[in-house]
């Protein structure tokens, strides 16, 4: 299994089922926030580019799938920045695969004004059971009742703007979708949410708000989300966060670990210069 895991194949399964999750953020937004949002998706020579003109979050604003399916077009890296551009982003990422073609992909984006910044580890793992996961708080699948305060947990901590919050109730029941909640007796206390695809999983949208750090709360969530694609018959599960760098802890990156994922490949960003 661990050759199969890092394959080629499985690399572009993780790309593939990252952009998707991507793509239904943006198909699940009503109308009128995606308006209040200036939230978009293009597609600029077979990459998603995901452009949200009224927050600065780089989480919203990122471009996925650049060169993975295909060869970029040359003139891709400019069309991307000119995108951001007239959106009036400052601050997008552009995320360069390890398997994107051509070859010079990097080179034309530092043409195009990106530079590299930190990068982002891919994990992936099975569906084998989830090593215990002990936390005093309880976790629940959760629906539409508690999923404002999904949205304003996950919103504080990935630094969205309180509009932005309102993405993530509409993926309560959707198609696909499964949204965890951790919760200190009625009080909702953490996030985490699963995405499936074709018997693919793609964890994203961990967080615990910071009175509730250090109870094992992160852990039970990725054990919860891993147990309920076994039920789901998934067959690969894939997640991320960025990657270790001295100074910073990187307590997410080792509760990942911890819940059984390997470490599948480091994936540049790109910024502009």
């Not at 060869?71 to 552009?94: C, K, S």
């Not at 090593?131 to 996950?154: K, M, N, Q, T, Y």
Request: some cysteine.
């Amino acid at each position: 299994m661990h050759g199969t895991l890092q394959s080629a194949d499985t690399e572009r399964l993780g790309e593939a089922i990252e952009r998707k999750a991507l793509a239904e953020l943006h198909a699940a937004a009503p109308a009128g926030l995606r308006a209040e949002l200036g939230f978009e998706q293009i597609e600029i020579g077979g990459a998603l580019v995901s452009i949200a003109a009224r927050d600065p979050s780089f989480i919203l604003n990122r471009t996925i799938g650049l060169g993975v399916e295909a060869p970029a077009p040359a003139d891709a890296p400019g069309r991307i920045r000119a995108a951001y551009e007239r959106a009036g982003v400052e601050r997008p990422f552009v995320h360069h695969h390890p398997a994107a073609r051509p070859d010079d992909l990097a080179a034309r984006l530092g043409e195009a004004g990106f530079k590299p910044h930190r990068r982002w580890m891919k994990f992936v793992r099975g569906v084998e059971a989830p090593p215990e996961a002990r936390s005093d708080l309880a976790i629940r699948e959760i629906g539409a009742e508690h999923a404002d305060a999904f949205g304003a947990i996950v919103g504080a901590a990935f630094d969205l703007t309180e509009t932005a919050w309102r993405l993530f109730a509409p993926l309560a029941g959707r198609t696909g979708w499964h949204l965890f909640t951790s919760f200190d007796g009625d009080q909702p206390a953490g996030t985490g949410a699963l995405f499936v695809d074709g018997g693919v999983g793609w964890l994203d949208w961990g967080s615990t708000a910071p009175r509730f750090r250090r109870r094992g709360g992160q852990t039970a969530l990725l054990a919860a989300r891993v147990a309920r694609a076994r039920e789901l018959g998934c067959r690969l599960l894939f997640t991320e966060t960025g990657e270790e760098v001295d100074g910073d802890p990187q307590h997410s990156y080792h509760n990942i670990q911890r819940a059984g994922f390997a470490e599948a490949g480091l994936r540049e960003n790109w910024v502009p210069a």
